[in-house]
């Protein structure tokens, strides 16, 4: 048997709301670790189920589990005692009702121990997807793409089409929650909120290219059943930060000021926002945009029918690819969220010389 870990490296931090069923196989994943030097934060918060038994009695048998009840406050609140009682310097995530495989904490240590990769202060890995696959067909495709996405550059172009990470599947530097702050309470996903503002203070972030967590699917997630992970609120939230990224990246035009209809060169004055998607659930989401200040000049729609010199009477034209003008004019936010769309407008703008992150994003 490995010893306790006086000094660990890793904090896993593992909040449990009611996992009686299953915390203790994600406990087990955690023990059969092949990297020895964890300790196990386990913060139950308000349990109505055994959740407590069963983790006072896992604590019992394994020193480095470490165990912390607290009233039922949600998961924010138990986040925050797990990284106030963590003695590591590397955090790590976990979930009640996952499974990590044996080498997940042994690569991720290795991968920001490597030389060069000082930088990077956040690593996850891809994931297993665990559930039905036929059942939550979109949830599985999600997993598709974050596996896809595992390079610094990659999750900071990506960041405002989706959470770049499974939240129980990363390791970051603990010295970050000092220095840019830890988990926010908010109408908005936790995690997501934590990685946007990492990002935008410079905080790089990458994936151990390899399935190191089975991430599991259960109808019961918070996920599933909670507002703050609804669709609106994630577009609330990433129109925020995504606004901020504009207003410092691509300064944008005086109100009074038509750039790309009178063909100014680049950064003349700044460039104008079109968003590729004219339909209405995607202006509805775009107008989150407005709120922080971002005018949107135009729309973009591969219906002819949407095709108009003003939308509704706003004076904002709904343009055909075919209209776009030359790279460097404008700024093109790609804000469909149709399968497959995301695919096609890239395509696109690519063939059109576009630059993914100098002339356009995908967000959705």
Known sequence: MLPAAANPRVSVLLPVRNGAHTVAAAVASIQAQTFPHWELVAIDDGSSDASAEVLSRLARAEPRVRLFRRPAE???????????????ELIARMDADDVAHPERLAAQVEFLDQPGRGAIGVV????????????????????????????????????FVESPHAHPSVMFRRELVARHGGYRAGDFPEDYELWL???????????????????????ERLSRTDVRYSPEAFFRLKAEWLARWLHRECPLPAPDQTVWRRAAVHGAAGREILVWGAGRPTRQRAR??????????????????KIAPALGGTGVPVLSPAQLPAPGRVFVLGY??????????????????????RDFLMCA
């Open 74 to 88: 949600g998961l924010v609140a138990a986040l925050q005692t797990g990284l106030g009682a963590a003695r590591g």
């Open 124 to 159: 996850g890995c891809r994931v297993e997807f665990g559930g039905d696959r036929a059942a939550r067909r979109g949830y599985a495709l999600h997993v598709e793409w974050l596996n896809g996405i595992t390079t610094p550059e990659a999750i900071a172009r990506n960041r």
């Open 197 to 219: 503002r990492w990002l935008e203070a410079g905080v790089q972030m990458a994936k151990v290219p390899r399935v190191l967590l089975r991430w599991n699917d259960p109808p």
């Open 288 to 305: 989150w945009l407005e709120r922080h200040g971002v005018r949107i000049a135009g729309y973009i729609d591969v219906d002819a029918r």
């Open 336 to 357: 469909v969220a149709t399968r497959g769309a995301r695919e096609l407008i890239r395509a696109e703008l690519e063939r059109r010389r576009y630059v993914e992150g």
